[in-house]
């Protein structure tokens, strides 16, 4: 049973836009949240994170909201940019552990 | 700079097989793990080490092992290779709760 569910294998956005990638989880027990972009050929590197107190984190470009009561999370990228085309993952994980479980990727296309 | 390195990048063998697959880092983490991807599944959790001599099961852990001898190495091992386990597998490391920091993938073809 799939815990943490990314919906859209795939998205495509116009250079500059915003880039909304989308995750549900179904564990009320997760804490911490992480998420990932992927190249091909590459192994995935950490973007941002955010803990289940906050429902909001920023990083330059990149925001990721939390929505606790609709065990939904998302990340918003503004504006988005060619190199941003790569493959998002968002993983999860619950206090007292260190493994994450991680969505199926939603593959993001910025057209220039 | 500190690294987390997969060895080999590519590797074919045949069915029945028993092949192992190297993961080295150099960040001195305490917690290390190794993931398939496949498409339609994501990442899913093979095996995951806190500490040496610790070991533990995780989703899809079934043809699979590992052991931690020491601190910087975590070699996954499949018994018997199985065309089902033809995968990308990616070994990762982190310490405490940091995010995890993951190699480049080892590309598994099992004919």
């Known amino acids: 049973d799939q815990q943490v569910k990314q919906n859209s294998p795939s998205l495509s956005v116009q250079e500059g836009r915003i880039s909304i990638l989308n995750c549900d989880y179904t564990n009320s027990m997760f804490d911490y949240f992480l998420w990932y972009k992927k190249y091909p050929a590459e192994g995935p590197t950490f973007l941002i994170s955010i803990s289940s107190i906050k429902d909001k984190n920023e990083d330059g470009r990149f925001t990721v909201f939390l929505n606790k009561s609709a065990k939904h999370l998302s990340l918003h990228i503004v504006p988005s940019q060619p190199g941003d085309s790569a493959v998002y993952f968002c993983?999860?994980?619950?206090?007292?552990?260190?493994?994450?479980?991680f969505g199926t990727g939603t593959r993001l296309k910025v057209l220039a | 700079d500190a690294e987390i390195t997969q060895s080999p990048r590519h590797k074919i063998t045949e069915t029945g097989r028993q092949v192992t697959l190297a993961c080295h880092q150099t960040?001195?983490?305490?917690?290390m793990f190794w993931y398939r991807q496949d498409l339609g599944h994501g990442l899913r959790l093979i095996h995951y080490?806190?500490?040496?001599?610790?070991?533990n099961k995780g989703e899809v852990s079934d043809g699979y092992s590992v052991s931690r001898s020491n601190t910087e190495d975590l070699p996954l091992t499949l018994e018997s290779a199985a065309s089902s386990q033809t995968s990308v597998y990616f070994c990762a490391s982190s310490n405490s709760n940091q995010p995890q920091h993951f190699g480049d993938g080892t590309r598994l073809s099992i004919l």
């Open positions: 960040w001195n983490h305490n917690n």
């Open positions: 080490s806190y500490g040496v001599q610790d070991t």
């Open positions: 993983a999860a994980k619950t206090s007292g552990t260190y493994k994450y479980i």
